[in-house]
Nanobody, 119 residues
């Protein structure tokens, strides 16, 4: 499984961005998907997760997560962005199990997309 994250960029505080993560392979629809972020000098932080069906979600703050299994894609909608949201954002897939905030429990990772929010 390969994950490709996109949609990051440089925006001003208060703006919105939508990140996308597209997966290769036919089993995407069975995976729990998560979004993490990592700021310089900080640990990787779990910010959103969604079950395989989309019926169960977890989000931190002003984020929204959704998925389209027909397109093998998971999205992270980020509204009212703040400078402290600046980080590299990663999508990840967990083959077995549900929600987890531990990076070690995810099996596949995207390459990350940079989000920079200026004040």
């Amino acid at each position: 499984v390969q994950l490709q994250a996109s949609g990051g960029g440089l925006v001003q505080a208060g703006a919105s961005l939508r990140l996308s993560c597209t997966a290769s392979g036919r089993t995407f629809s069975s995976y729990y998907m998560g979004w993490f972020r990592q700021a310089p000098g900080k640990e990787r932080e779990f910010v959103a997760g969604i079950s395989w069906s989309g019926s169960s979600t977890y989000v931190k703050g002003q984020f929204t997560i959704s998925r389209n299994n027909a397109r093998n894609t998971v999205y992270l909608q980020m509204n009212s962005l703040k400078p402290e949201d600046t980080a590299v954002y990663y999508c990840a897939a967990r083959v077995v199990g549900g929600r987890s905030g531990l990076p070690s429990e995810y099996d596949y990772w995207g390459q990350g997309t940079q989000v920079t929010v200026s004040s």
